[in-house]
């Protein structure tokens, strides 16, 4: 359920994901070699702070930041060259080709799923998704098909990293704001008790999902109690509801939805 | 009342599933298609705004679209949610509220074109992003079911106009005449969005019509910029089709450009070429054939005729039959024309000889803007009007030498428009006389449509951005609301709770206009967290 904050607050975001992934020009951007370079190099200098993952320590969640504030490829070298003034990140002396190499990493790290390696069995994961165990299609959909009360996940992998679409299965309540998608059950006067999603809420009207997927457009005037679920409506046990071999084929599943390649027509291949 | 109220406002039901036969019906409480109605009118049966309390009309809302400037979207409105589009975007809103219910962007997509609107079926919404995906939402909560390429976009080819959802087919046109495309109207199917078949406006090489071409014919444009309208009873699509390309020199094509400045009737069925009609043949002053065909059956000469009319942006306003595509007549839209001094009974233009552009340039009437475009017009059963913004504007014609080169922006040569006037007409099409007229202030800029009601009200916008009411029979005013962006696009008018509203999109905003009436409080429900 998490991934509905994430698809309702970042849209805008989503898009500077695209203008920077897609606007880079230095040749180690994309380079799998570069890249496990920039892996190692990340280990050794950057994990102690940033967390393994990226997801922060010491110093800041960089998969994270990089939806508030996108940073282009130059502003990432800059930053590791020059470290950030009266912050605790220092600068580094690494040479140019083990800056670009660091920053091909990150590149991948915080760039859209389906446009890095991804490891895992994502036929094993689709097999997870529908499932009962896991049960992710009760409330979310791919192409059409599962349920409605949760984010639409179609294009989860073309427009999130992995590292936050993992974050979001397994601490779905993690660092977020619910307006826009909170859990909500409505009293009306008339005495109807309707539960699902509100998409929007204000003090004069609401629009709410149930979860069959019907949308019930509603004026606060005949709203008589309203109760908020305190966190995401999706069940937060992912991290033990499933194996550590089950979670990685999900994500690989998950990191492989795309609704169109990127930034190419079927007739630009030709 | 608010119990009345409730029952209406509270669901919108995913068993309530837009059928062909509700777009059929045309605008009810809801606006389930780009013109309104198949047949063009842009026409509202509903009452509850009248000519005698219009006056007391009030902004209710207003939604500002992400990144927008110059909006064209004409919404959708279907039980309470409004639909509206930006360039590679769509908008879920309340329509009461104006709050935002979903949103769906396409960041992938090429280009930041213009979108004019979106269509309806079933329990999804269409509309195509710049570069020419057809895409359908869940209409209930924006999920993707499918994004599906029809066009391609390195080809010259974008995508502007709101599809037109007919039976099982959505039908696609094709915009970027511009700049060497060959033009086509397609159908795609509304549950995958494969093919079903394409159409081109202008023929291959070796087709009939090439011979109406040079050798640039492949490239020659006759991009199909608006969306069409559709007759029922014959299962025919009418289509207008956009200029030949370079746009400004006509030498590389000589010949009359077929089916570039037309009007062509296609079967729904299978795209079938049914007849055409060309208004401007070798058009050289960008004069597409723009606005939407209008069906109505009216009395000619004495005995009912099916027809099709069409204000195009050449300067003349014509009839035709829509059976068989025969010219019936052809008559001055505004005042001043100077590239033709009438069309003949065949329906062909009398030339004023040396109107063409010519490199150091030629003032023509009318300007490169055309005495209508792509705004909607309105035809009211009611009074028997139709409503066309027109422009009475003149400007300067350019010619250029380059050899044209398709895809590099090259457009044959230039125009410029200096002054004029944007007046808004009600004209009687049995007679072709105007029954009045509404001139305006401004720029001559003209970008906004029309929309009548039942209860003889038609809304329109002026050439200053203001947003006006007027009365369709007298073209009397009777409320104007200071909009504070240029308009371009075209309002509709809805019901919801009994309450009827107006909408339209400013440059960057959606507005949405009822009724004045006093607020009432709204009481704080009791609120509670829970785990």
Request: glycine share 12%.
């Amino acid at each position: 359920m998490r991934f509905a904050v994430f698809l309702f607050l970042a849209l805008p975001l989503a898009a500077q994901h695209g203008q920077y992934v897609g606007g880079s020009k230095h040749p180690e951007i994309g380079n799998p070699q570069a890249i496990a370079a920039g892996s190692k190099l990340y280990a050794t200098s950057c994990a102690g702070c940033h967390g393994p993952d990226g997801s922060g320590g010491r110093g800041p969640n960089l998969v994270r930041r990089s939806l508030w504030h996108p940073l282009n490829d130059e502003n990432i070298f800059s930053a590791i060259r020059n470290g950030i003034p009266g912050a605790d990140m220092p600068p580094t002396k690494l040479p140019d080709d083990q800056t670009w190499q660091l920053v091909a990493f990150l590149h991948a790290l915080i760039g859209p799923a389906s446009e890095n390696t991804i490891p895992g069995d994502a036929a094993a994961g689709e097999q997870i998704f529908w499932g009962s165990k896991a049960g992710c299609s009760g409330c979310h959909a791919i192409a059409g098909k599962g349920g409605k009360m949760g984010p639409d996940l179609t294009n989860v992998g073309g427009s999130h990293p992995l590292a936050l679409i993992k974050e979001s299965v397994v601490e779905p309540s993690k660092d977020l704001t619910f307006l826009g998608n909170e859990g909500v059950t409505v009293t009306m006067r008339n005495g109807q008790v309707l539960k699902g999603v509100a998409r929007n809420r204000d003090n004069y009207s609401m629009q709410v999902v149930d979860r069959k997927g019907d949308l019930h457009l509603i004026s606060m005037m005949d709203v008589k109690e309203l109760a908020i679920k305190d966190g995401s409506p999706m069940p937060g046990d992912y991290g033990k509801r499933l194996s550590a071999t089950e979670l990685r084929d999900l994500l690989a599943y998950l990191g492989h939805q795309v609704s169109r390649p990127q930034g190419i027509s079927p007739q630009d291949k030709n | 009342m608010r119990t009345l109220l409730l029952t209406s406002l509270f669901c919108v039901c995913a068993a309530a599933q837009v059928r062909y036969e509700d777009i059929m019906k045309g605008p009810t409480e809801n606006w389930l298609t780009y013109a309104g109605n198949y047949q063009g009118w842009r026409y509202s049966p509903l009452k509850n705004i009248t000519v005698d309390n219009a006056g007391s009309l009030a902004p209710k809302w207003v939604y500002h679209v992400p990144n927008a400037k110059g909006l064209r979207t004409s919404p959708l409105v279907y039980k309470g949610v409004m639909y509206v589009t930006n360039s590679n975007s769509m908008y879920a809103l309340d329509a009461v509220s104006g709050r935002l219910i979903w949103q769906y962007l396409d960041t992938r997509a090429k280009g930041q074109g213009v979108n004019r609107g979106s269509a309806i079926l079933g329990d999804r919404v269409y509309f195509t992003s710049n570069d020419n995906y057809l895409t359908a939402l869940d209409r209930q909560t924006g999920a993707l079911i499918f994004s599906k390429n029809f066009a391609d976009a390195s080809k010259g080819i974008s995508s502007t106009s709101a599809p037109l959802v007919v039976k099982d087919k959505v039908i696609v046109g094709s915009a970027g005449g511009d700049s060497g495309m060959r033009g086509f109207v397609a159908a795609l199917s509304p549950t995958t969005g494969e093919e079903i078949w394409r159409t081109y406006t202008v023929p291959a090489k070796g087709e009939k019509g090439a011979d109406s071409w040079g050798d640039l014919v492949e490239w020659g444009g006759g991009a199909t910029w608006l969306s069409g309208t559709f007759d029922a009873e014959t299962n025919t699509l009418y289509w207008t089709t956009g200029n030949p390309w370079p746009d400004f020199t006509g030498k590389a094509r000589s010949g009359d450009n077929l089916y570039t400045c037309s009007l062509v009737a296609l079967d729904l069925e299978t795209g079938k070429w049914k007849w055409h009609f060309q208004f401007t043949p070798h058009d050289t002053h960008d004069w597409d054939a723009q606005s939407w065909p209008v069906l109505i059956d009216m009395e000619f000469r004495g005995k009912m005729r099916k027809v099709v009319l069409h204000a195009n942006r050449n300067g003349f306003f014509y009839v035709l039959d829509r059976n068989t595509g025969e010219f019936l007549r052809a008559t001055k839209l505004i005042d001043k024309v100077t590239w033709a001094s009438g069309i003949d009974d065949k329906g062909v233009p009398v030339l004023i000889p040396g109107m063409d552009p010519s490199p150091d340039g030629k003032w023509v009437c009318p300007s490169v803007k055309g005495a209508t475009n792509w705004m909607g017009q309105s035809y009211n059963p009611g009074t028997g009007l139709l409503y066309i913004l027109t422009l009475e504007q003149c400007g300067m014609f350019n010619s250029s030498s380059q050899e044209p080169v398709p895809m590099k922006n090259f457009s044959g040569g230039g125009a410029t428009e200096d002054g004029g006037q944007v007046i808004l007409r009600a004209i009687d099409p049995k007679t072709a006389k105007r029954a009045w007229e509404y001139p305006m202030t401004g720029g001559g800029r003209m970008w906004t449509g029309t929309v009548s009601t039942a209860s003889g009200v038609l809304f329109s916008g002026d050439d200053d951005g203001h947003l006006l009411a007027l009365d369709a029979k007298t073209g009397k005013h009777l409320w104007h609301f200071n909009m504070g962006e240029s308009l371009t696009a075209s309002p509709i008018t809805y019901e919801v709770g009994g309450k009827q509203y107006v909408a339209i999109a400013s440059a960057t905003a959606i507005f949405s206009f009822g009724l004045f009436e006093p607020m009432q409080s709204v009481p704080l429900p009791k609120i509670t967290i829970t785990k």
